[in-house]
Each structure stands twice: as C-alpha cells, then as structure tokens.
C-alpha cells in the first residue's frame, strides 16, 4: 500500500511519531486509498522553524517571479486534474463531476492571484508639506498556519494558500485528515512549480497535535481557518492572546425565500442543488426554505419528488446525484437529525430515516431528507447539520420571512427566488448574510470576489479576490522627504 509523506523545508519525509493513518472511501469502506503520515509536534516545529528559515528570501523576490511560480503551478494542476478530482471523490465522496469542477475551480484560483503580482500594491497620497513624498506599501505578515477542512479539500486550501504565497508570506498547511490525498497533491504541484525549500510545509495528521502546535507556536504570524465554531473560537482566543492575526471562516444555516411569483421549477431546482449536491456538505448549503402560503403545497409536494427521485450511491458512477456522507461521524450526526426532526413534530415528507439496501451498508450514505412545517424555533431549523437536510415553513409575507430567516446565529448566504424586483431588492436590503444569491442556490462562489459571513459565520474578515490581501498583508505608511 502506498505511503504519502510530510513536506518539511523541501523534501518529502516520514514523520517523527512513526505514525500512519489509512485513508478510508466513505462510499465503500473495504476500499483503503493509501497510508498517510500522521505528524507529531517534532514535525510541526521543524515545519515552522523551516518556514521562519525561508521568509526573508520568498519576502525579497520579486512579486511578479512569485506569480509565475503560481502560474507554473496552475498549469500543473490543470495537466492532472481527472487524477485530483478522482482522488476526491474517492476520500472525500461527492460525485466524480462536482470534484472536476471543483479542481477546475483550484487552477482558476491560482490563476487569479498570479495575475494579482502584477497589480499595485500601495498607494500614493497628497500631502500639506513641500519636498515630501507620501505612499504606503503592503508587506507580508511572516510564517501563515492554514487549517483547512475535508468538503471543499482543493477550493478552501488553494484560496488560502494562493494569496499567501503571493503576497510573500512562507506557509504550514495542515488539511483535515479526512481528505489528505488532495492536500498532498496541491502540495506536490506548488513543490514542483519551483516553491523554494520551506516556503510551503505539508503537515498532516490530528488537530489536536498539528493544529495546536501551530497556534502554540510565536514564530506563526497568523492562521488563518475554516472549520467549526467552536474549534475557530478556541484558535481566535489564543492567538489574540498573544497579538497574532486571525480570520475564521465557520457554519452557516442559510435560507432561500420563496415567494409566490417565483418560477415554482427554478425554486425546486435551486434549493434541490443548495441543499443536495455534495451531500449538504458545504458551509452555503441550503437548510431552511420559507415559503409564501400561496404556493407552499405545491412547491412543497414538486421538492419533496424531486428529493424521491434522487440517485444515491459511489460518487464514481457518473449516474449518481449524490454521494455519502464524509465519515461515520458525519453519517451518524445526520441521523441523529433526522430524529430530532421528528421529535419536534416536523413532518418527514421525503428521507427520514436511514438507507437500507443497494449495497448502502458498505458507505456512510445518508438520506435526501425534505421536512415540512417545521418550527422557526427548533432545533432543526437553528442548528447547522451539515447534511442533506431541508426544512420548510409557510410565510405570509416577505417581511415574515426575512424575519426568520435572520433569526439565526450564522449569517452565511441566503437566496431568494422572486420575479419581482421590489421585493428582491427589500430582500437584499433586509437580509444578515454575507453572501446574497437571486434567484439562484446559496451555494457557490466565483474566485475572485470576497467571501464570507455576518454574525457567527466568520471572524468579520473575507477571503478571496482582493479581499485577501487585507489580512495576507500588512500596511507600511512611508514619509519621504528630499533635500531640495
């Protein structure tokens, strides 16, 4: 079985605990993908201490030569993408097509922040004073920690990497050890490019040891995270604790309103995608859907088929619309939903209940789930599931449902599907998200304009586009003055 190593100042190595972990297929369980290494703080220090080595060097090239690095590898990855995107959907479950995009989406992020090399990178101002120049400079911060998480295991650590990289900063990734086969190829491809030895370091293994080292450690300038609340809190804490940046990208519990105008095919079709495609395993997964009273039994009877006639199975069969959850964790956290559910009086109108049959013993499937009637104020509709489930709730107005669907601790993204402009606009108005669709699903996201949440959903920053460079830099004000 093959092995796949740390990436410590340049090389490839086994990790100093002597531990291996396998990496298992959550469609089919008999299916072990290879043997990774699991680093120990040992590792995690000479990751650090290799990136702190590195930092004066990358922070002296030239911006531009670093952007070509990224542009080599962009290419790179494009070259393998079939091979990145299989790997996916063999660790991480969703289907073969939804990994494909999502690798194509990886080139497109590192193309995006090569061609930000060449952007300017400070300003020129006016000044009271003759014989002064006044301008300032963007810099990088020093040593980043990455902690990115299993369900977009190319996007998240690309969008991540790739401005910190850029911007002139040396970096340790440490990816969720549930999909390290994607991370060990982003790393591959960015080693092969012509990174210089300690400027990425490759960090697998537990939270517990590599995360916290990470954090623990006052050569690592700033983390920056995606994962739970409770873990980006704990890190938020410590690292202010002792003045390092921090930005967190967290839950979501995102709503779509529909109201009576809408095109009743295109409501269906966007809160089937937003809440089943990657298995509802995606922070802007649809989970709540506030319906207008006029059309609620018909739209709720055209999801609750559509959510019967969905094809479940291995992410690998091009005829599945939706693959397992990530891990038996995951499974078991989903189920454990559905009976809350139903212990709340929600009526079950598609799914609820565990998959039997067709092999499904053999992954970590969960059911397409649509629940009806569901109360504003329960746990169902509060609490993020991260799972194929969706609950609905008639409205008798907009204003009602913007008030629901606000009434939440998360400020993700939100949808509204609507034909009428005025209350399209109050919508997007009124609503506390960070990201607004119309007419479209709550997930999705284009590289290169910001991303992130209101509320509990972020840390108040934003990553991707030019957004990016806000916390990847830091700002240096220089008052020139010249002898006349």
Known sequence: MKRYQLLIDGAWSDPSSGKWTPNINPANTEDVIGEFASAGEDDVKAAIEAAHRAFPAWRAMPMVNRGNILHKAANLLEARVEEVAQAMTREEGKTLIEARGETARGVAILRYFAGEASQPDGEVYPTALPNRMLYTRRE???????????????????????????????????????????????????????????????????????????????????????????????????????????????????????LDDANLNIAVEMVTRGAMKSTGQKCTATSRVFVQE??????????????????????????????????????????????????????????????VGDGYGKGFYVPPTVFLDAEIN????????????????????????????????????????????????????????????????????????????FKESSSHSREQGKSAREFYTQIKTVYLDYPT
């Open 140 to 258: 990088p911060v020093g040593v980043i920690g990455l902690i990115t998480p299993w369900n977009f295991p190319v996007a998240i650590p690309l969008w991540k990497l790739a401005p910190a990289l850029v911007y002139g900063n040396t970096v340790v990734f440490k990816p969720a050890e549930l999909t390290p086969l994607t991370a060990w190829h982003i790393a591959d491809v960015l080693h092969q490019a012509g990174l210089p030895k300690g400027v990425l370091n490759l960090t697998l293994g537990s939270g517990r040891v590599v995360g916290n080292a990470m954090v623990a450690n006052h050569d690592v300038k700033a983390i920056s995270f995606t994962g739970s609340n409770t873990v980006g809190r704990d890190i938020q804490r410590k690292l202010q604790e002792r003045g390092a940046k921090v930005q967190l990208e967290m839950g979501g519990k995102n709503p779509v309103i529909v």
């Open 294 to 355: 006029g059309i609620y039994k018909q739209f709720s009877q055209a999801l609750v088929e559509k959510a019967k006639s969905l094809s479940i199975g291995d992410g690998m069969n091009p005829d599945t619309y939706m693959g397992p959850a990530v891990s038996r964790s995951q499974q078991e956290t989903v189920l454990e939903y559905l009976e809350i559910g139903q212990r709340e009086g929600a009526k079950v109108g598609a799914g609820g209940a565990a998959l």
């Open 378 to 453: 329960s746990r169902l509709m509060q609490e993020e599931i991260f799972g194929p489930v969706v609950a609905l709730a008639p409205i008798s107005t907009l204003e009602k449902g913007i008030e629901a669907a606000n009434s939440v601790q998360y400020g993700l993204s939100a949808s509204i599907i609507s034909q009428n402009i005025g209350s399209i606009m109050r919508f997007i108005d009124g609503i506390q998200a960070g990201l607004v669709h119309v007419n479209d699903e709550t997930a999705g996201a284009e590289p290169h304009v910001p991303f992130g949440g």
